[in-house]
């Protein structure tokens, strides 16, 4: 092994008991959503419900409880279809194995694009102002991206090509670990990616400064959206999926057409007319009481 690799050597694993255990990953993650979820409900509190500038009573925070909720199933859906497109040789010869939740796994490129617009068909059920709330997930969406994406260092997830520069990670002992071949001294991608997403927190928050943002009708989300899509295909070239069109993986090709899709929803809200949002509907209130 290479002088100045980092070498990591703890137990990834919290042992409760003879037979209970769980990952410090995952507590740190589940750490993660629970704060993103506190700062979402603290700025939609604050964001006004109708208007761009008209004071109002702030977002409900039981329509994000069911929004993250109807999130799950598009994320779910978007992480297979990513991960299906990722190994689509395999999936072609095994057409059985993409409905198959024991075999593959979930990938995050389009998980986050799909877990957003089926969130946004929930809200759009509840009578709740979509364009708000898009605007009020934004932060907390790249705060999680990021913090997440730091917790995969305490799994080895998400380990990148194998490597000699200095900082280059290997995990010593017997796991388990979320990477093949952990102790081979690697690139940190997810160490990388979880840096780069933070600074796109602060280019969201540099582009809140913009007219079409602070109008808090969902613009925030798309740059939000772009600036994540831009982290992912720089980090990709780290990766050690398979390069399938000249030096670009799968997931930085999905990364592109997530950015596309950022573009064009912001320039559609840029043209748009300041939003006329609706308080919530009288027939959506009758439903859910």
């Known amino acids: 092994m290479p002088l100045g690799v980092i070498q990591l050597a703890f137990d990834p694993v ?56 109807g999130a799950v199933p598009g994320a779910i859906v978007g992480g297979r ?5 990722d190994h689509l040789d395999y999936y072609r010869a095994n057409p059985g194995a993409i409905v198959d939740p ?10 986050i694009p799909f877990g957003i617009f089926t969130a946004a068909v929930i809200a759009r059920l509840l009578g709740a102002p979509i364009a708000r709330w898009l605007h009020a997930a934004a932060l907390p969406l790249l705060f999680v991206l990021a913090a997440g994406k730091l917790m995969g260092v305490l799994g080895a997830t998400g380990q990148g090509l194998p490597s000699d520069l200095p900082w280059a990670t290997a995990y010593i002992g017997p796991g388990p670990w979320g990477s093949l071949a952990p102790g081979v001294a690697s690139q940190p991608s997810q ?6 997403v933070t600074l796109a927190l602060g280019g969201l928050l540099l582009a809140s400064r913009l007219d079409v943002v602070a109008r808090r009708d969902g613009a925030a989300m798309f740059v939000a959206l772009g600036l994540w899509a831009v982290t ?5 070239f780290t ?16 990364a592109l057409v997530v950015l596309a899709i950022a573009v ?10 300041l939003a006329t949002v609706v308080e919530r509907r009288p027939e959506a209130e009758a439903r859910l009481a």
């Open 191 to 196: 160490a990388y990616e979880a840096v780069l």
């Open 81 to 85: 279809a990513g991960a299906v497109l």
């Open 14 to 69: 919290l042992r409760l008991s003879d037979t209970a255990s769980v990952r410090y990953e995952t507590i740190g993650i589940a750490v993660v959503l629970f704060l993103g979820l506190a700062l979402a409900a603290r700025i939609g509190s604050q964001t006004p419900s109708v208007g761009p500038y008209v004071p109002a009573p702030g977002l409900r925070v039981d329509d994000l409880v069911f929004c993250v909720v």
């Open 102 to 111: 024991n075999q593959g796994g979930l990938t995050l490129t389009l998980a």
């Open 239 to 254: 990766w050690r999926d398979s390069p399938i069109l000249g030096p670009l993986r799968t997931e930085q090709l999905l």
């Open 232 to 236: 992912r295909f720089i980090v990709g």
């Open 264 to 273: 064009v929803g912001f320039v559609e809200r840029a043209r748009a007319p």
